[in-house]
Structure formats: structure tokens, C-alpha cells
């Protein structure tokens, strides 16, 4: 469209080009506008201005119009000097003077403002948008009797105990910082409060500001547990309109599986406000490690649980099937 453009302005238009142009014209309304802003412009030449180097600064204020919407650099030759002036929309300013010269650099200068103010919206609108591919996802999961260690896209790191799995888009596309988790997970979060590091665990959202923490979420558990061990974590429940449970450093907190909740409530959540339980967290006496996290050391360490848990905990644990 500019060689068109470029060519109408010098009067070379072919029959064919014409009618190319004029077809280019009843589809695009912008494009209109570009070219009654170049006719206004070649009608306000300076008299003393030669047909000449009137088409030449008209051709060269198109050539800068296009450069100037693809983002180059706006530069321009004098029509009686072989030098590169800047023009405006650049660091520079047009010199004032007096004479033929002068007179030619301003209104060079007004004719590519003008060209680029008619024909922004023309560049944008004709140019093509680059499609968006939808996001890879990837998956990784610890059979049981195994354990994962996985480092993520933002420099963040996380431990999957077994019998437990994570989906997160490939690279954490657009910028977000989230991901699934079906199992437990001890998280080493990079700290970045403009992108919040969320994990979607059974019911809740877990939104992180950069720590450490544990999230034991398995799907066949009747609870999830989340247990911050530093920094700054909020529990955020999807559908309900109580606030979010912020967490402080060495707390767990545990509330029932929304998902199996869910599912006994034949898929009708109910009106009442959550119920969770928060208790500190300390370092066991007897094997110096807090116990929600001792299976990231390869310890299992049960205080007071019941033996159903314990078993399914060994189950998972050593990847075998107990009978009670």
C-alpha cells in the first residue's frame, strides 16, 4: 500500500494501480483518512517550494510516517543537502531559520505529523495480529514409594512427596505463577509481589508471596492441610465470601476437602461460613524436625495420629497395601 501511496503522489499511477488503490480505499475507511490528510498537505505546499522537491518531501515524509509506526528510527535527507536531520518524534528538534532551507524542514516536519497522526490507526489496523498459541502444559508426579524434586519456570522449587502430582503451564506462560496440586507438596518460592505464586490445591487456593511451605492436599483425604513455615501465604476459598485466611510463619492450618465436599453435597456448595483449625507448628523434641515437613529430610515422624492415617501415609510412603 505505501509503493501505491508513493506512487499516486508522483502521479505514476498505472490504470490497473489506480483501480487497485481505489478498491483499497472502499474497504478501508482509515486509509481514507491517510489520503485526504496527504492531499491537505500537498495543497498547503510553500509557494516558493519547486514541484520537484514537493514530491520528493512528500515521498520522504511516507517513508518516515511508515518508519516512524514500525518504530525506527525517524530520520530524513534536506531536499538541498545531502545530510540526515532528525525529525519530530525523535530526541532532536527541526532548526529554526530563516530562508528556503528552513521553510522546507518545517514543513517536511509538519507533513510527516501529520501523515503519522491520519495513519497510525491505518498501521494498526491492517496489521496482522500474531495468533496466540494456547499453553503447553506440563505434569510431573511421584509414583508411590518415590519422591520428586522439581525446579519451576520462575526460579522457584518444590519437593513432591509420593503418591502426589503438580500442572503448570510450560514456562508459566503470561506471566502467571500457578499451578495444580493433587498430593503434597513442599514449596521454596521465589519472592516477587508483583506476581503472586498460586496453587490450586483440592478446594482452596493457596496465594504465596515469596517463602516456604508445605500443602497436603490428596484427593482421597478428607482434610488439606496447609503449613507455612516462613514469609507470607493466605488461603483464598473460590465461591465463598469470607475472607482469606492469612497464615503466619511456623502455623498450619487445616480445613475439610472442599472437592469431597463438593461431591457429597451433590455439587451444591454449602452457605456456611468454612471451618478450619490454625495451630503453631514446632520442631519435634525427640528427632529435631517440624513434623509436616520431616518427609522432605526422609523422615516420617507421627505425634498423636490415628492408625488409619499412619497407614495410608506407609502406603504411599513405601508403595504397599495394608489390611485392617
Known amino acids: 500500500m505505501t509503493i501505491l501511496l508513493s506512487r499516486r503522489i508522483a502521479g505514476e499511477l498505472s490504470p490497473a494501480e489506480a483501480e487497485?488503490?481505489?478498491?483499497?480505499?472502499?474497504?478501508?475507511?482509515?486509509?481514507?483518512?491517510?489520503?485526504?490528510?496527504?492531499?491537505?498537505?500537498?495543497?498547503?505546499?510553500?509557494?516558493?517550494?519547486?514541484?520537484?522537491?514537493?514530491?520528493?518531501?512528500l515521498e520522504a515524509a511516507l517513508r518516515q510516517f511508515r518508519q516512524r509506526t514500525t518504530g525506527l528510527r525517524v530520520v530524513t535527507r534536506t531536499a538541498d543537502r545531502n545530510e540526515i536531520?532528525?525529525?519530530?518524534?525523535?530526541?532532536?528538534?527541526?532548526?529554526?531559520?530563516?530562508?528556503?532551507?528552513?521553510?522546507?524542514?518545517?514543513?517536511?516536519?509538519?507533513?510527516?505529523?501529520?501523515?503519522?497522526?491520519?495513519?497510525?490507526?491505518?498501521?494498526?489496523?491492517?496489521?496482522?495480529?500474531?495468533?496466540?498459541?494456547?499453553?503447553?502444559?506440563?505434569?510431573?508426579?511421584?509414583?508411590?514409594?518415590?519422591?520428586?524434586?522439581?525446579?519451576?519456570?520462575?526460579?522457584?522449587?518444590?519437593?513432591?512427596?509420593?503418591?502426589?502430582?503438580?500442572?503448570?503451564?510450560?514456562?508459566?506462560?503470561?506471566?502467571?505463577?500457578?499451578?495444580?496440586?493433587?498430593?503434597?507438596?513442599?514449596?521454596?518460592?521465589?519472592?516477587?509481589?508483583?506476581?503472586?505464586?498460586?496453587?490450586?490445591?483440592?478446594?482452596?487456593?493457596?496465594?504465596?508471596?515469596?517463602?516456604?511451605?508445605?500443602?497436603?492436599?490428596?484427593?482421597?483425604?478428607?482434610?488439606?492441610?496447609?503449613?507455612?513455615?516462613?514469609?507470607?501465604?493466605?488461603?483464598?476459598?473460590p465461591g465463598k465470601e469470607a475472607s482469606p485466611i492469612a497464615l503466619r510463619p511456623n502455623e498450619k492450618v487445616t480445613m475439610r476437602n472442599e472437592t469431597l465436599a463438593v461431591q457429597k453435597d451433590n455439587d451444591q456448595r454449602t452457605a456456611s461460613q468454612p471451618t478450619y483449625q490454625r495451630r503453631a507448628v514446632t520442631s519435634d523434641p525427640t528427632y529435631k524436625t517440624i513434623i509436616e515437613t520431616s518427609w522432605v529430610e526422609d523422615k516420617l515422624v507421627f505425634r498423636k495420629e490415628p492408625f488409619r492415617k499412619v497407614a495410608a501415609q506407609l502406603e504411599r510412603w513405601y508403595n504397599i497395601r495394608f489390611q485392617l
Open 20 to 57: 487497485e488503490l481505489r478498491l483499497a480505499l472502499d474497504r478501508n475507511p482509515e486509509l481514507q483518512t491517510l489520503l485526504a490528510a496527504i492531499d491537505g498537505v500537498q495543497s498547503a505546499t510553500p509557494a516558493d517550494i519547486s514541484q520537484k522537491d514537493d514530491r520528493q518531501m
Open 85 to 237: 536531520v532528525e525529525l519530530p518524534g525523535t530526541a532532536n528538534t527541526i532548526p529554526s531559520g530563516r530562508g528556503r532551507r528552513a521553510k522546507i524542514l518545517r514543513w517536511s516536519a509538519a507533513a510527516i505529523v501529520m501523515l503519522a497522526t491520519a495513519g497510525i490507526y491505518l498501521y494498526k489496523g491492517t496489521e496482522k495480529p500474531t495468533p496466540r498459541t494456547a499453553p503447553t502444559y506440563r505434569e510431573v508426579a511421584a509414583k508411590y514409594g518415590t519422591r520428586s524434586y522439581v525446579d519451576l519456570p520462575d526460579g522457584s522449587r518444590l519437593w513432591l512427596n509420593a503418591g502426589s502430582k503438580v500442572r503448570y503451564s510450560e514456562g508459566f506462560a503470561d506471566g502467571k505463577r500457578e499451578l495444580t496440586l493433587a498430593g503434597e507438596a513442599f514449596f521454596d518460592v521465589k519472592h516477587d509481589p508483583e506476581h503472586p505464586f498460586l496453587i490450586h490445591a483440592g478446594g482452596v487456593d493457596v496465594k504465596v508471596l515469596g517463602t516456604s511451605l508445605n500443602v497436603r492436599a490428596y484427593p482421597g483425604d478428607s482434610v488439606i492441610e496447609t503449613t507455612l513455615i516462613q514469609g507470607r501465604a493466605e488461603i483464598e476459598l
